[in-house]
């Protein structure tokens, strides 16, 4: 257990979750990635935290934790207000401002 | 023994998130972010971060998990039609992006010497007593992010 293979798992999670936000089609399924990138971010923070003895990066985690639940919910309830005035919440079908 | 658990955890993120990226239904998808999330939470307890594991399932996971489990029960349409919508270029571009992220890991890996990280009191009181003000700040936007979700979500909403 180096930080190495931490920061490398960390990257690899990141990638995948970046895949699923780019390659999902239902919204939800895209905040879904969006938390793991979250959460490999995260885990990078903490890594080099614990290498370094810094506690700050615990503190910064746990402020970063609150705001992502927050952006959930409100990401939530744009879907839930997509899926309720246009039926879909496809992001193909919600692109009216893609020109 | 450690780092049989270490490598068991980090292949169970791995596997979990492979799940959430690829499943078919989403309320799988779900469940195998939040066992993501905990996998992650393991790996906080081998950084001697046992705070913020707690943290992170009772807050994330749980928090996490109830409002996409209630939003998909809502919304409905849990199944996607078609599964990916251009997964080439997708995967391409992670690719990519995961290559540039290891790239200058990959000079500081024998630079192992590691602090660690202490005991929840001290994250306590550096929360309380340094980091007061964000702390406050944060209590402000979790409400203004409440009330931004009902005014959002709520039916009879004025024009």
């Known amino acids: 257990m180096t930080l190495g293979s931490l920061l490398v798992l960390a990257a690899a999670v990141f990638a995948i979750g970046l895949f699923g936000v780019l390659a999902r089609r239902h919204a939800i399924g895209v905040l879904l990635s969006i938390e793991l990138m979250f959460n490999a971010v995260n885990l990078a923070i903490v890594a080099v935290a614990w290498s370094r003895g810094l506690l700050a990066g615990v503190v910064l985690v746990l402020f970063g934790i609150a705001i992502t639940v927050a952006e959930i919910a409100v990401g939530l309830a744009l879907v839930l207000l997509a899926s309720r005035v246009r039926r879909t919440a496809i992001l193909d079908e919600l692109s009216d401002l893609s020109g | 023994m450690r780092q049989v658990a270490f490598w068991a955890l980090a292949a169970g993120l791995v596997a979990a998130a492979l799940t959430v990226v690829t499943a078919k239904s989403l309320f799988r998808a779900a469940f195998a972010l939040s066992a993501a999330l905990v996998a992650t939470a393991g790996l906080y307890v081998f950084l001697s971060a046992p705070l913020l594991a ?93 009330f931004g979700a009902l005014m959002l979500a709520r039916k009879d909403r004025p024009a």
Request: hydrophobic share 60%.
């Open chain 2, 54 to 146: 707690a943290v992170q399932i009772l807050l994330y996971t749980g928090g996490v998990l109830t409002l996409v489990v209630f939003a998909l029960v809502v919304a409905g349409g849990n199944v996607e039609t078609a599964r990916f919508r251009r997964p080439v270029p997708a995967a391409l571009m992670a690719a990519a992006v995961f290559v540039a992220l290891v790239a200058p890991v990959r000079a500081l890996t024998h630079a192992t010497p590691t602090a660690g990280l202490g005991d929840g009191k001290a994250v306590g009181l550096l929360l309380f007593r340094d980091y007061l003000v964000p702390f406050e700040l944060l209590s402000v936007l979790l409400l203004a992010a409440v």
